[in-house]
């Protein structure tokens, strides 16, 4: 994907970031002319877009008038890329608009950890003896310094191309996370959480999903998806449009964080179909849709949750209300920008690597499509905010989030000093870690297929084959050369230990 986001910048966007080329046409490509009368030499030196010779006079060749850099370039400079640290561009989020994040501490969260195959029940029975529990904790009364420097260092996974592919696991990702929850020398959990761009279900479905394939217990509360975040929205937001993803989980979703009132193009659709006049709508979405009189409903927001599965109907509907007065649809506001209602994306990523050979257009490539389509539409930039990797929100979140998993499994509520961003895409997982002071691990296993680094977004802490080696070196590093993953039950630190016993 990094790749093909890189050819795609070279071929079509050279020379646009930033500020340059503004007005469209200097400097890029070497192109000057603005005003077009000019034809474009091209590498062979015929024009560009020229019509091809077949050697008889049949034809008349009308020379261009205008030269062949498409209108989009004009608005480019507003449109992102995919990011680089050669950038040095903090975030897309080029409009100084703040995004709120939850906070993450919840009343009881002990009953929140997922059980693969249910949590053991022995009815009539009193708990089984967590004598493992035991022989750890006197493992760990020997090792305080150890202990000390487990408890400082955590782990953020990206999923995707790093423990799974889609739903087959990566063998070394089922090993990764029985090290980290107790299979280790010390018999001690090393906090770890998971961070990723993905969208479009509930945050417990997600979790049941992944906890099934890694064979290891993961709890809602480690776990943060593209919207995750924007459930701090519901705060503000009580009326919103919530766009993407399958059938209506994402409105499910968008209920599940508190909006109260959450409308999906669907709805509007059912209300008035002239308004997608494309849409072929079956009986069944007509039936399941919940059509109202939206002339007189005020949306207050749009929030894109995942990928739109049909880009006509919403780009339209998207367009139309940000041309409204207030997000009334019907309406078209005098002014674009006093008017105009706030829209959000869960993440920004262009491509994503799917079954197909060629990586697939994402959220960015929607987002970038419509602002283009808008400033070509009221002559202004579009004002929108963008959460996910490697947006500074969705990092300040994780920390809140590591924060509070430290409290449910050490009793400790801090962040711990030493983080391991572990993700196989440089343009999100490995530039979002740099920028946030994250030790940052690139692995061989998902996006990634360069040479010794990546060139844009270079790991700072390595690349790696796999998972399981990038956090054997990580703990290595923090807890001693000699480290053992794997923990030893015949260990009896009362009799085999060194005279610091637990229970002198
Ligand atoms: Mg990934």
Redesign the pocket.
């Known amino acids: 994907m990094a790749r093909f986001e890189e050819e795609l910048a070279a071929s079509n966007l050279q020379g646009v970031n930033g500020v340059n080329g503004v007005n469209g046409v200097n400097g890029v490509n070497g192109v000057n002319g603005v005003n077009g009368h000019q034809r474009i030499p091209s590498r062979n030196g015929s024009a560009t877009l020229a019509i091809p010779d077949d050697g008889n006079d049949t034809v008349i060749e009308v020379p261009a008038t205008r030269n062949s850099v498409a209108d989009a370039q004009a608005y480019m400079h507003n449109l992102s890329l995919s990011p680089s640290m050669r950038d040095r561009r903090g975030s897309r989020n080029s409009f100084g608009t703040s995004l709120p994040i939850p906070r993450t501490k919840r009343q009881s969260r002990l009953s929140s950890v997922h059980y693969p195959e249910g949590a053991p029940v022995r009815p009539g029975m009193p708990p089984i003896q967590p004598t493992r529990e035991l022989l750890a904790a006197q493992v760990q009364d020997l090792s305080h310094e150890k202990v000390r420097a487990a408890k400082d260092m955590a782990f953020v996974f990206?999923i995707?191309?790093?423990l799974v592919h889609g739903d087959r696991l990566i063998p070394e990702g089922k090993r990764v996370l029985e090290i980290l929850n107790g299979d280790n020398q010390l018999g001690i959990k090393i906090p770890h959480i998971f961070l990723t761009n993905g969208s479009g279900k509930p945050e417990a479905a997600r979790v049941e999903q992944l906890s099934k394939i890694l064979h290891s217990p993961i709890s809602v509360d480690q776990f943060i998806q593209s919207h995750t975040p924007m459930r701090a929205l519901a705060e503000y937001y009580k009326t919103v449009l919530v766009v993407g993803g399958e059938g209506y989980r994402c409105r499910d979703v968008a209920e599940e964080y508190g909006f109260q009132d959450v409308i999906v193009p669907n709805d509007i659709v059912a209300w008035d179909p002239t308004i997608a006049p494309y849409r072929v709508f079956t009986e069944e979405e007509r039936r399941t849709s919940r059509p109202r009189d939206f002339t007189k409903t005020n949306i207050e927001a749009i929030l894109v949750f995942s990928d739109s599965r049909d880009y006509a109907t919403d780009l339209q509907i998207i367009m139309d209300l940000l041309r409204s007065e207030n997000g009334r649809l019907k309406t078209v506001a005098k002014d674009p920008v006093s008017q105009r209602i706030p829209i959000y994306f869960s993440q920004g990523d262009l491509l994503c690597p799917t079954e197909h050979p060629i990586p697939r257009m994402s959220q960015g490539a929607f987002r970038i499509g419509l602002e283009a389509m808008y400033k070509a539409m009221t002559g202004v930039d579009l004002e929108r905010v963008v959460y996910g990797k490697p947006e500074l929100a969705t990092y300040k979140y994780a920390d809140e989030v590591l924060a509070s998993w430290m409290e449910e499994i050490h009793n400790d509520e801090r962040l711990p000093k030493n983080i391991y961003m572990i993700?196989?895409?440089p343009a999100s997982?490995i530039i979002g870690g740099n920028m946030y002071g994250w030790n940052t691990c690139l692995v061989r296993t998902?996006?990634f297929q360069g040479g010794e680094n990546d060139e844009e977004n270079p790991a700072n802490f390595g690349v790696f084959t796999n998972v399981l080696e990038a956090v054997q070196t990580a703990m290595r590093k923090e807890l001693g050369k000699d480290f053992q993953f794997e923990f030893d039950e015949r260990i009896n630190p009362v009799l085999h230990g060194n005279g610091a016993s637990a229970i002198e």
């Open positions: 990206d995707d191309g790093v993700g196989d895409n997982d998902g996006v």
